[in-house]
């Protein structure tokens, strides 16, 4: 049974209609990548799902309970982490104490564990601010690790990172899903993203389409011309 | 602790501006008001919306905190000055 699911979701923006009958599922332990072209509603379906967005119509169900009207904070309480593209961390605080932060509240795993497990424990003494990007990224995964949230969704993680940190990244988000947490990761990083993923949803036109493993999308006719291109494999 | 600044700041800077202009003090009701909407753009303007959600305080709850922080504070001055 899926841990989180968006269901036939829609939504418009004035004139526009980004989503007109979408649907999310994450499941425990799996790494699912949503893929679409820019502005086809990925991140509006995540935002949905995350309860930080109103859909039009449609219904989120987290944990097997129904929301109408679903809101970041409540379910974060039962266990759902939300990562946006930037701007998780506050400046205010250096990252030991957002960290400590987390533990206090949810009690998981220690901040110095989870500094480890993501390379940032030469960084916890240090604000957001002063971070490079990709130092950034970990130190929010490092977020992830000390949370240990049942449900995360991830919008575009690997935005703005170098090659070289797309594997470490990677080993995280899979470490994460091997915990058993529903993970669902939105992104343009094709190689790197199909070889993470257990699942690939690909958002297009409103709505989306499940199109099961990596290699099963690969062979998807339609993927592969309007969003793979020639050049993937 | 924030919240508090917040409403010593907002108390004392109006306090002075209204004595300055009209030698009157201002409302214990606006300051709560005032106080409670400059705590929330405050958190808005530092980005720290997600941070606070992903801890599953809602903009309400942190509302509420501003606001009671401001109840307290006016409450306490009131008490001194009576």
Redesign the interface.
Known sequence: MPVLVADCVSKSFGDRRVLSAASLRAEAGKLRVVFGRNGIGKSTLIKIAAG?IAPDSGIVHFRGTSRLHA????L??EGL??L?DH??????FTLRR?LQ??HD?YQRRTVDEAASLASVAHLLDRRPYTLSGGELRRAELA?VLV?QPECLLADEPYRGIAPVDHDLLTRLLRSIAAEGCAVVVTGHEVPTLLDAADHITWCTSGTTYELGTPDAAQTHEEFRRDYLGPRVR | MRAVVLWLLLRASLSMVLMVLSGLLPNPIAIIVICTIVGIVDIRR???T??????????T?LASLFLLTAVTGEMLLALTLL
């Open positions: 930080l809101r970041l904070a409540s974060a309480r982490f939300y946006p701007e998780l961390l506050s400046s205010a957002q932060f987390y509240r977020v949370r | 530092r980005r720290e997600m941070l606070w959600h992903n801890l599953g305080v809602s903009t709850q």
